[in-house]
């Protein structure tokens, strides 16, 4: 059966060209010259392409209509480029995707058909859920709770398709591996996987270091490099940490993902790609949002499939599958005696808060069976990492704010101690505070200290 794709916009001509390129590219397709006229014919829609300004009742009361009725039916706003605010407001109320004017008609069917596979992914995922009710393993990645069996069907819906993906979590909740789970899962299993840390690349060299540079473009460029983008050409991007990009990088990101093309460093030549991108935070990047160092429009761009991964603390009943994986896979790799371990010992794993999450119990139970003299794992050998920073945090926890110091005052104190002991490296003292760089920049401004970066 054709799927149904209902435009509402009053330019009439505009209107007549869309629906003759949706009818031949496989769609059926109903007009409306306005709102009020649109609200009469979307019973039977699969997708609504949707002006912002309309005669009447406007795109924005539109679609709140829409969502109140319908809420499974995808929206598409067009809107000129000088409504691009109007437009990221609109994907907040519930827009799945915006075309700036003009555009092409080969972007037109990209954006729709990209808009009908994420309803159908979500669509399918529901279902999958819905079925889903044993343990799961995927690619390594161990999970009985529920939130980790939804975030296995999520990628196996996620992963055949180009959508792109955020994932989310604190540090070590395993979104590398989730990340390469989707890619191997994908017709771009056997392309290139590429992954770019943020964070590790100083923000002078980001644009040459991801999209390239000619010879010539700078002292020291001697020949012509092909950035990490171009490397995954076909394949997939793993942008991590995607907090951490500054303003200027941002913009090319973004039209990377709505245009898929970009400039080496030097050139003015335009050069297409093709990679599927999935980011990655350990932030909120709606605070980033609010402070004004990240780009709403990149955002949402970015944000077409997210995935929350809870921290383990918050799904302790994974602790013992995942302790049973670890041990066997590092006592053959360790060729440690050690097999199994006790129930003593996944009741001790199980009491600890673990700050570092996944990443941590895989360190604490190797470090546990290198020391671990029986085939069996016991309580007693189990190592946890009591480090001082630990126990520092444990007692500001009791003590709660230092006598006489304000909360400002306090922030202040341990900001310049973290630049104290990174020698004044504000990358290095960010990273120790768990700040982004324009997190930690932003703090620095509010205290009228130098941010600028010395790296």
Same mark, same amino acid.
């Given at each position: ?66 969502r109140q009725q319908y809420a ?37 069917? *990209? ?32 999970? @009985?709770?529920?939130?980790? &069996?939804?975030?296995? @069907? +999520? ?23 989730? *990340?390469? *789970? ?25 644009? @040459?270091?991801?999209?390239? $540079? ?9 020949? +012509? ?10 394949? +997939? ?61 990149? $955002? ?51 009491? $600890? ?18 020391? *671990? ?27 709660f704010l230092p006598e006489g110091?304000?909360?400002?005052? $306090?922030?202040? &104190? ?42």
């Open positions: 059966m054709k799927q149904r794709i209902l435009i509402v916009e009053d330019e009439e001509k505009l209107r007549r060209v869309m629906e003759l390129q949706l009818r031949s590219s496989g769609f059926e397709v109903e007009q409306a010259g306005s709102a009020e006229q649109g609200l009469k014919l979307i019973d039977h829609a699969d997708l609504i392409l949707t002006d912002l300004r309309l005669p009447g009742m406007d795109g924005i009361e539109f679609l709140r209509q829409v499974h039916i995808p929206v598409v706003l067009m809107t000129a480029f000088g409504t691009v605010e109007n437009a990221v407001e609109a994907m907040k109320i519930g827009a799945n995707d915006f075309l700036l004017k003009p555009f092409s008609l080969d972007h037109l069917i *990209a954006v729709v058909n990209k808009s009908l596979e994420l309803r159908n992914l979500r669509a399918e995922n529901r279902k999958l859920r819905e079925e889903l009710g044993q343990r799961f393993q995927l690619d390594n990645i161990i999970g @009985s709770s529920q939130p980790m &069996q939804e975030i296995f @069907s +999520t990628v196996m819906r996620v992963a055949p398709t180009r959508a792109t993906v955020l994932l989310a979590g604190e540090s070590g909740v395993g979104k590398d591996r989730i *990340a390469r *789970a989707i890619h191997q899962q994908s017709p771009r299993k056997d392309k290139p996987f590429v992954k770019i840390n943020c964070t590790s690349i100083p923000e002078n060299l980001m644009e @040459s270091e991801l999209f390239g $540079y000619e010879k010539g473009a700078f002292t020291g460029a001697n020949q +012509t490099k092909p950035g990490k983008f171009e490397q995954a050409d076909t394949g +997939t991007v793993f942008l991590d940490e995607i907090g951490d990009v500054p303003p200027a990088i941002q913009v090319k990101l973004l039209r990377i993902l709505q245009e898929r093309e970009f400039e080496r460093l030097g050139s003015n030549k335009i050069m297409k790609i093709d990679v599927r991108v999935i980011a990655a935070t350990n932030v909120d990047l709606r605070a980033a949002l609010e402070q004004g160092t990240f780009r709403e429009d990149l $955002y949402y761009r970015l944000n077409v499939v997210p995935i929350n991964i809870p921290p383990l603390r918050d799904r302790k009943e994974d602790i013992p599958v995942l302790a049973e994986f670890f041990v066997t896979k590092l006592g053959k790799e360790l060729e440690s005696p050690v097999k199994t371990i006790s129930r003593t010992a996944v009741a001790k794993l199980m009491d $600890y808060n673990w700050p570092g999450n996944v990443r941590e119990l895989e360190n604490v139970l190797e470090r546990s069976i290198v020391m *671990a003299e029986g085939a069996e794992l016991t309580a007693a050998e189990i190592r946890l990492d009591m480090a001082p920073a630990s126990r520092h945090h444990a007692e500001l926890s009791n003590s110091m304000t909360l400002d005052q $306090y922030e202040q &104190q341990l900001i310049k101690e973290a630049l104290k002991r990174a020698n004044g490296n504000k990358s290095q003292a960010a990273r120790l505070l768990g700040l982004t760089r324009n997190a930690f920049r932003y703090r620095l401004d509010q205290m009228g200290m130098d941010s600028s970066d010395t790296e």
